[in-house]
């Protein structure tokens, strides 16, 4: 039987290993996933001087998605309704038009 972290191994390694659909919350397309990778090495290194493998960088970034991202995801969310909620509030002022205006125009 395979644990938790195996499944999640293989499903971050590019394919669930029993053979269904990718664990988590949202997928990442795999190009996306590769820059998100080298960027948190390159970060790691940089900012840590340390040296991270590939697998360490893809679980950290698993970690982050699965943890962090749905809170940053939920904001945005929030952010988006507070806009269209303020901007269906100013519709009726924007489009509202008196129709018959044609005869007292001319």
């Not at 940089?46 to 970034?61: G, I, N, V, W």
């Not at 962090?68 to 924007?94: C, H, W």
Request: aromatic share 12%; proline share 3%.
């Amino acid at each position: 039987m395979l644990s938790n972290f195996d499944i999640k191994v293989g499903a971050i390694l590019g394919g669930d290993v029993r053979g269904g659909a990718k664990t988590g919350w949202m997928d990442l397309p795999a190009e996306e996933t590769e820059a998100l990778v080298y960027s948190l090495q390159k970060y790691l290194r940089e900012e840590f001087d340390e040296e991270t493998s590939e697998l360490k960088a893809k679980l950290m970034l698993n970690y982050i998605w699965e943890e962090i991202a749905p809170l940053a995801y939920n904001a945005g969310v929030k952010d988006a309704q507070d806009f269209m909620r303020a901007r269906s509030e100013e519709l009726p002022d924007t489009v509202f038009r008196d129709g018959l205006g044609y005869w007292r125009s001319n």
